[in-house]
């Protein structure tokens, strides 16, 4: 690794009446390097710092901006970093030993924002009428709890965290930064700022060292900010010879395709579906959650994360489900959900056992009251299949639109990266079948998992990628989609799902 | 001027679906730079400030650390700085218009750390017994006071003030600060840092423009901090071809021999004395103040600071005091004011009715009741006569040490420039007689007044002059006289005055 934060061990000569040098610069020329204080309180303690270790202190050089700051003893053995998926439904923090690279722990949790709505648009409509404030707290207390309970599940310090580099989308960032957002809420969509942010942690409230430094990924543009810039650095896009696609499922979708000639993105609002959010027994890809549906023997069969009794579904389940009641023909092209008297006589009696009605309408059973550990099991709701429907329908727009403007079509793509937080993996034929992806062959499609968080490590872990990562931000090209007739043309037509053949 | 703080109009086109760029980014597109936010404030701030002036804006650009904040507006006619000369004794501050150079108003104030003790020493023990808080409010608030003051004066708004420069000795530096100076106060009197500080006026408490920066002139060593560096810079001693001197009579008294060949520099504890302080009716060399005593036609005629009544006499009407009465016989060489009957019959009638006797000791009358405002006129007393001993004293045991040291004489030096806020002038004639000055030709004397002061203005409106300060600090060579049986020896010997003939 070749982080942003290093240290180094000092061994100083003590002064004497013929070396008076003053304690920062004798620490400097023990270095061999010019560096200002981290902040005077840096220099304030710098002398505390060299005595207390009877002149045996550590050097923490903040190498983006040449700064440093004096600890008492070695510690160059403590040098952690945390790593940031600052998601507009799920956050996730990963916490890295800046030294080896290894991640020590990993935690996520909803982001507390959701009180304020559930996409990034009401969000940035409240913090316009006043509420800025208490939304960016929400942010910086998600991060700050994750911040405790990795360094706690690892049994370190927080003030053993010298770096939080954050990949979000354009909103998120803002969000977390307390930038006006106004400019970014209403077209042309212009954020505040497209570069990295670079400063200190505690600035917006972050509690880590308390000298800690916040790097945050830059912004493509429009609504395409760092989440995307990390899809494209750990899926490797803008190096590749042939056209490839990667797609973010996230709250906001994005989509990148493209290859070393040129990517374009484009961000499009999926809503919190994939991420198990507005489903009725969603939840995140976490123990108890159905992550695959299938059908084996004429009998559903779910697999469960952790192999327990199911408690409700994530992301990868509802896809799977969704793409088998296709297949069963319990869910038509337009997303209705038959009951028993439209299945007709045909249907088997295991199926139209499962299929019930509550009081939000029909539902459709995929794990018995038995295989579960909630009552009278976990089901799909037609409301969960309309709701797939808008996530879908806003992803795929996107990809089409972008494939439109590439003058390509979906045999053109030699390889498909699926990214997000919704499961341990996506099954590439349900993703084609309920028409998220269009028709490849399912064997280009790669499931990478959260790559916000990856590039977010990437970028902590190295410099190099950090300025690749601002490379990637300055030369992708952003596609604005939104209130473009264009867009929601394309929308209408593809939250319908695609009929059996397998075509779009 | 070559100011650290630019202002730049910017008029921006509006952002449209084709130009989307962010608002940080339009703007710095605009400057054609890179320039990172001067703190997360601007960075929020900046699509209000574009939009509010409708695309027109300001870039003010802190070109120290390559950052930018950005005004609504066209407000680059208004950029201020202020010079500070941070004493021990007096505060002094200058505002200047960054654009032309013009000195706007200037203004000064006793320092109120005084309350913790007269000099640099005892105000470090005060900081090491947990009062450092204290003694880093009280410079803070002198200098907004100051500042508030002279932007009062001018006409104009502290939040146009964009840089506060500050030069001062070691001791008041790390108090400004805050640093730790435990290191300071003892053998080897180390400080926490030599190098320049450049950070955000507001974090020790500096109440400018809210990002206003503060530049601290660096030190060369031990006590010998800015104010030496300034007393150089603006004296030019290290350009000089010849062999030049330079003093500065404040409470700590420095000391700086060289030419462009090399410079020695050193510092003494005067004490307060030439600012007026610790003498019975002493003053700081403002209206009412005796700044200048002759003798004219057995007569004594003082000369007092705006022409009105005295009201108190400063340093340079002291030295001159003490001048005359060593010349007519009153103070002897050891310092003794002499009475009546010492004097002797000769002795005339006008002098004898000047000599009088108070509860301090015997004193000399220099301004009768009716050439006064306050009552009994004023006069310098025994104890006057004393501080003034020990502050020439330790000045001139400090000039000896380094003449030593460098193996010359007087009659070497070609240029001796004596800086010091202790009136409008000093009298060369009367700096040798008591014996301050060693005996030069009285024309190769130069009064150069606050160099401490002009030195900060070089700096503020210069940033080569800043760079200039900066070599400079690192290339004298700091000569550490404290504790040294040399030092005391030589301090014991000249607290004596030279006899009448003129010799040392």
Chains 1, 2 share one sequence.
């Not at 989440?227 to 490839?244: F, N, P, W």
């Not at 490590?457 to 030369?475: D, M, V």
């Amino acid at each position: 690794p070749c982080p942003a934060v290093r240290k180094f061990p000092l061994s100083l000569p003590p002064p004497t009446v013929e070396d008076e040098r003053a304690d920062w610069e004798r620490a400097l020329d023990a270095l061999g390097r010019r560096l200002k204080p981290a902040s005077v309180d840096a220099l304030r303690e710098a002398p505390r710092a060299v005595r207390e270790g009877n002149f045996t202190a550590t050097a923490v050089v903040f190498e983006e901006e040449g700064s440093m700051l004096i600890e008492p003893g070695d510690t160059s053995g403590e040098l952690l970093g945390l790593a940031v998926d600052l998601g507009t439904t799920t956050v996730v923090a990963s916490l890295v030993d800046l030294r080896t690279g290894a991640q020590l722990s990993v935690r996520s949790k909803p982001n507390p924002q959701m009180a304020f709505g559930d996409d990034v648009i009401s969000r940035l409509n409240c913090a316009m009428r006043g509420r800025m404030r208490e939304l960016q707290e929400a942010s910086v207390s998600a991060i700050n709890d994750l911040l405790h309970e990795a360094c706690e599940e690892a049994g370190v310090r927080p003030e053993r965290v010298y770096e939080i580099v954050v990949s979000g989308n354009t909103a998120m960032g803002h969000l977390l930064l307390g930038l006006e957002v106004g400019q970014l809420a209403t077209a042309p969509y212009v954020p505040a700022s497209s570069g990295p942010v670079y400063l200190r942690a505690r600035e917006v409230g972050l509690k880590a060292h308390r000298e800690a430094r916040l790097y945050l990924l830059p912004v493509i543009g429009g609504f395409v900010g760092g989440d995307t810039v990390s899809l494209i650095l750990a899926t490797g896009l803008h190096r590749s010879r042939g056209l490839r696609m990667a797609v973010d499922l996230g709250t906001n979708g994005e989509v990148v395709i493209g290859s070393r000639e040129g990517v374009y993105a484009c961000s499009t609002a999926a809503g919190p579906a994939f991420e198990g959010a507005r489903i009725k027994q969603g939840m995140r890809a976490k123990e108890g959650a159905i992550e695959r549906v299938d059908l084996r023997d004429g009998r559903v069969e779910v697999r469960v994360v952790g192999g327990s009794k199911a408690r409700g579904i994530c992301g990868s389940g509802l896809v799977d489900a969704v793409a088998l009641l296709l297949d069963l023909g319990v869910v038509s092209e337009s997303g209705a959900m038959l009951g028993p008297e439209e299945l007709g006589k045909e249907a088997p009696g295991w199926l139209l056992s499962r299929l019930r009605r509550s009081e939000d309408g029909r539902e459709f059973l995929l794990a018995t009251p038995e295989e579960s550990e909630v009552e009278g099991g976990v089901a799909l709701t037609q409301r969960d299949i309309r709701e797939l429907q808008l996530a879908k329908g806003a992803v795929r727009a996107g990809i089409e639109l972008l494939m439109r403007r590439l003058g390509i079509g979906p045999k053109d793509i030699e390889r498909v990266f699926v990214a997000g937080a919704f499961g341990n993996y996506l099954r590439p034929e349900s993703a084609i079948r309920i028409g998220l992806l269009p028709p490849v062959p399912p064997e280009r499609v790669r499931f990478v998992g959260n790559t916000s968080l990856l590039g977010a490590r990437l970028c902590l872990l190295s410099r190099r990628k950090r300025r690749e990562a601002e490379r990637i931000a300055k030369w992708v090209m952003h596609v604005e989609l939104a209130g473009t007739t264009e867009f929601q043309e394309a929308f209408v037509e593809m939250m319908l799902f695609p009929s059996g053949g397998g075509g779009s």
